[in-house]
């Protein structure tokens, strides 16, 4: 059975920094794409950042120059590292991956439980 586990959230005064990571465990083969949403209250859930399984990069625009998502493959890892963070960026932060469980076959979609972020003077 596969996890997707996050860590690293909290309370962080408006400027700070916080760096959540997200650990896949399980029997994967492979791991494609991966990825951070999130989702504040009363809102709809929405993409922050993407990687693939290259380090190709995409972000929203309202985290660009602040947030970087990055991997470390050896270790079905991935990272989301927030800088300057905003009041707005309040949310529960979701990890997200295709992965796949043998050769040859299909990635399925996969979520973490989810780590709150709260940004707050």
């Known amino acids: 059975q596969v996890q997707l586990v996050e860590s690293g959230g909290g309370l962080v005064q408006p400027g700070g920094s916080l760096r959540l990571s997200c650990v896949a465990s399980g029997r994967i083969f492979s791991i494609n794409a991966m990825g951070w949403y999130r989702q504040a209250p009363e809102k709809e859930r929405e993409l922050v950042a993407t990687i693939t399984s290259v380090g190709s990069t995409n972000y929203v625009d309202s985290v660009k120059g602040r947030f970087t998502i990055s991997r470390d493959n050896a270790k079905n890892t991935e990272y989301l590292q927030m800088n300057s963070l905003k009041p707005e960026d309040t949310a529960v932060y979701y990890c997200?991956?295709?992965?796949?469980?043998?050769?040859?076959?299909?990635?399925?979609?996969?979520w973490g439980q989810g780590t709150q972020v709260t940004v707050s003077s």
């Open positions: 997200n991956a295709e992965i796949v469980l043998r050769p040859w076959h299909q990635g399925g979609d996969y």
